[in-house]
């Protein structure tokens, strides 16, 4: 499968924690990568300045669907599902009810 062009849910919806040029500190989820022009192509695609971790995710049927608002929806349950907060959530005795 091929990125649909015009999509960036992966450059807009999931936080990136490695360096991008123009965002040393990563992104944010919810924010859009500085590398995306006006019509959501990546200025760095194909080239070297372009971090691995972007290379690295490739389109798939079950992230991307059969639209841009099914990627962005998929995205968005997979950021909320694997961020540091959800994650602390789960570890024993981190419930507010917990009693120690």
């Known amino acids: 499968m ?3 062009q015009g999509c960036a849910a ?3 919806v999931i936080s990136i924690s ?3 040029p123009g965002m040393p500190n ?4 919810g924010v859009r990568c500085v590398q995306l ?3 959501n192509k990546c200025l ?5 300045e372009r971090p691995a971790v972007c290379s690295s995710l490739q389109a798939a049927i079950d992230m991307c669907g059969d639209s841009n608002e099914q990627a962005f929806v ?3 349950v997979l950021e909320r599902a694997t961020a540091p907060e959800a994650n602390d959530a789960k570890k024993p005795g981190s419930s507010p ?3 120690v």
């Open 37 to 39: 022009t006006g019509d």
């Open 26 to 29: 990563g992104k944010p989820p």
């Open 74 to 76: 998929f995205l968005e």
């Open 18 to 20: 490695s360096p991008i």
């Open 2 to 4: 091929e990125c649909r």
């Open 10 to 12: 992966c450059c807009i």
């Open 97 to 99: 009810d917990s009693r």
């Open 44 to 48: 760095l695609f194909g080239r070297p």
